[in-house]
């Protein structure tokens, strides 16, 4: 599951939005390893920072390939 943190993302829209994302960018790896995953957030987030999100996931799944 993913968890995310009022912390960083103050409306819970915007923390949906994100988790919902983020679970899609995962579910559509299929050669991901055996590992748990841990993605910490470490700056307040807004609307204008998802598709930033999006595009270093999607950075970090390739690494990992």
Request: proline letters at 3%; one cysteine or more; a positive charge.
């Amino acid at each position: 599951g993913f968890a995310i943190s009022k912390r960083f993302v103050n409306q819970a829209v915007l923390r949906n939005k994100i988790r919902r994302m983020l679970k899609e960018s995962f579910r559509q790896q299929t050669y991901l390893p055996a590992y748990d995953i841990v993605v910490l957030m470490n700056q307040p987030c807004d609307k204008q920072k998802i598709t930033y999100i999006h595009q270093n996931i999607e950075k970090l799944w390739r690494k990992l390939k």
